[in-house]
């Protein structure tokens, strides 16, 4: 069995986010950042990024939408290019925030009444890391709100109508932006023909759209995953098993090769296989294929 990771004050929230991949667009989805990558960006902007919003990023990766509908955007690190004019919904965290410090630094030159409103808010320096068509989200630097493990107060300003303190940690802005903006039961996420992971979920789960494009791509039939299991006198199967009752998790890609022999073209299963993290990823691919383990 491999060993357990630690428990993280996140680990609660983060359990329920299921993140939403279209197969259709698989090889779209931006990689998820590296360690080293959030370190720059910790240098480019002065700022200690909070912790929770770091493993988010290497966990889920960054650039796509949080809530069902996708109105919020959780920006890219770096723009992908030196043109900072990115496309609709190719933001970026360094290149918004460097803008928008600049901007409130002018506009607070010329306006006592902003810094008077909000005396112990620094426009200047906030990080924006997230935003919709009407709003952004920003990391407030100067007002940590829990020193170990990190994490600071988040404003939003919607459509420049000043500054709202909108949460005190980054967990906590991922429930609320799932709270507020998530559809209701009308709207049940099993009409939306997408592979989801981390599974399983629950009731409250919260859907993070890991890429930008929300056609709708191919579901997941019982009667495909059962013919897999059956094909070649239970390849799949067998492995799957194995893998379950004997912890191989070095035979995932040997199970995405049976899958594949039998039929199975779902980028997004037999990627998970190959590349994908065991804890996570392979888990994930138990529960689809209805062999239920969790391997940690």
């Not at 359990?15 to 480019?44: C, G, I, M, Q, W």
């Not at 909070?50 to 069902?68: H, Q």
Request: net charge negative.
């Amino acid at each position: 069995m491999t060993e357990s990771k630690s428990e993280q004050p996140w680990d609660a929230v983060f359990s329920r986010v299921r993140v939403v991949h279209n197969v259709e667009y698989k090889f779209e989805r931006e990689p998820a950042p590296t360690t080293s990558e959030l370190d720059a960006v910790e240098t480019a902007l002065g700022f200690l990024l909070p912790l929770s919003y770091r493993a988010f990023a290497e966990r889920f990766g960054l650039g796509g939408t949080i809530a069902l509908h996708g109105e919020t955007e959780l920006f890219q690190l770096f723009a992908r290019s030196e043109n900072e004019e990115l496309p609709y919904r190719r933001h970026s965290v360094v290149g918004t925030t460097l803008k928008s410090r600049d901007y409130f630094a002018d506009l607070i030159h010329g306006s006592a009444g902003l810094r008077g409103e909000f005396p112990e808010l620094c426009p200047e320096r906030l990080v924006q890391f997230a935003g919709g068509d009407e709003y952004q989200f920003m990391f407030s630097p100067t007002e940590v709100t829990v020193a170990r493990p990190r994490e600071c107060r988040i404003y939003w300003s919607s459509a420049g109508s000043g500054f709202d303190t909108f949460v005190n940690s980054f967990p906590e802005w991922v429930e609320r932006v799932h709270e507020r903006w998530a559809f209701g039961e009308e709207e049940p996420v099993a009409k939306y023909p997408y592979v989801f992971k981390p599974y399983p979920v629950g009731p409250d789960a919260i859907s993070y759209w890991a890429n930008r494009e929300t056609r709708r791509g191919n579901d997941l039939s019982g009667a495909e995953v059962a013919h897999w299991l059956a094909f070649n006198s239970n390849a799949a199967r067998d492995l799957a098993l194995s893998i379950r009752d004997h912890s191989r998790t070095d035979a995932f890609p040997i199970l995405a090769d049976a899958l594949q022999d039998a039929g199975c073209t779902n980028a997004d299963l037999l990627d998970s296989c190959r590349t994908g993290d065991p804890d996570i990823d392979g888990s994930w691919v138990l529960r689809v294929l209805g062999i239920v383990a969790d391997l940690v």
